[in-house]
């Protein structure tokens, strides 16, 4: 008999949305039943089905999980608890000052409606957040420092352009050239030490470069911590030069086993496009929550509380077998 698929819903079609697609169908065991957007739907070209995000109710026999795929600066506050009232739910809220709060809002809605919300997953926070607990639990004495970039930030990008008189924005996440052999070294960095970042910015009509600027540099919890540029270009500028979506990075973890005796641990990434890899994180992570949903748990979680097996679509026999 053949196994029934997870059926997954898509809400949001951006970048992320559209990865989310992808990632599907790399997945025999799960299956895209919609996607669910706040545009007229007409206007979407997708090989998926889509609908009106006001539809999305009269999915819930239809749905195992949905991905959450707005942007952590706008979108997810509301459309977190709107969803997991009738869903389980994935998202990528990566705003890392803000986790705790989001985490318990999450969770007082999960556990009203009799969900399970699996928050915060992507590559930072969610995959490194899980390098950094492995690394500090093997070397609980030494320092653990993460580099982001060279690289476009969507939760940053997104913020810029939640700014009035923005009419589009890219932002890199630039590591400084000396920051990574330094931390090898033994020294601790802050970070305006490690990064800068740049900003790329097309103005509506109108809008004021000065008033926009100290917005984006002032900006807390995103580029008040940080030597920001913002740089201002055509829209034809942007999408000539800036319409990739490159990232990586790099968590590590300099310790000592013994007074004198230096351990190293390094773990990298390269990616050629940050929303395909982070939704690809996503949709592994919905297949997870189903299972744990279908075991009765419910509430709020993040990556620490999932077994590393459930995120695998082999059994755990053949994990044992092939990769243990």
């Not at 949305?17 to 545009?39: C, E, H, M, S, Y």
């Not at 705790?100 to 997953?121: F, N, W």
């Not at 890199?172 to 920051?179: E, F, V």
């Not at 984006?216 to 990739?244: C, K, N, Q, W």
Request: glycine fraction near 8%.
């Amino acid at each position: 008999m053949t196994e029934k698929k997870i059926r997954l819903g898509i809400i949001g079609y951006g970048n992320l949305g559209k990865g989310a697609v992808l990632a599907i169908r790399q997945n025999p065991d799960l299956a895209l039943t919609g996607i669910f957007t706040r545009r007229d739907p007409s206007t979407i070209d997708a090989s998926s089905p889509v609908y009106a995000v006001s539809e999305l109710e009269r999915f819930r026999d239809a749905i195992d999980v949905c991905l959450l795929c707005g942007g952590s600066a706008r979108d997810l506050d509301r459309q977190g608890p709107d969803a997991v009232r009738h869903f389980h739910t994935v998202d990528s809220f990566d705003t890392h000052a803000r986790i705790p709060a989001y985490y318990e809002t999450m969770d007082a809605a999960a556990r009203a409606s009799g969900h399970l919300a699996l928050i915060s997953v992507g590559w930072d926070p969610g995959l490194f957040s899980l390098i950094r607990l492995f690394e500090e639990a093997v070397l609980p004495v030494g320092d653990t420092v993460t580099f982001w970039g060279k690289g476009v930030s969507q939760g940053h990008s997104d913020a810029i352009r939640q700014i009035p008189g923005v009419a589009a924005a890219v932002q890199y996440t630039i590591p400084l050239d000396d920051a990574i052999d330094r931390v090898r070294q033994g020294d601790t960095l802050s970070s305006r030490e490690r990064h800068r970042r740049d900003c790329f910015v097309v103005l509506e009509d109108g809008a004021d470069a000065e008033s926009i600027t100290q917005r984006i540099v002032t900006m807390p919890h995103y580029f008040s911590d940080y030597d920001t540029t913002v740089t201002f270009v055509s829209r034809e500028e942007l999408a000539a030069r800036h319409s990739g979506m490159p990232h990586g990075g790099r968590v590590m973890r300099r310790g000592q086993t013994t007074p004198g005796t230096h351990q190293s641990i390094d773990f990298s990434l390269k990616l050629d496009s940050n929303p395909e890899f982070t939704a690809s994180i996503l949709v592994a992570a919905a297949r997870a929550v189903h299972r744990m949903a279908t075991g009765g748990q419910t509430g709020a979680i993040t990556l620490f509380d999932v077994p590393p097996g459930y995120l695998s679509a082999r059994s755990a026999e053949d994990l044992r077998k092939s990769l243990l």
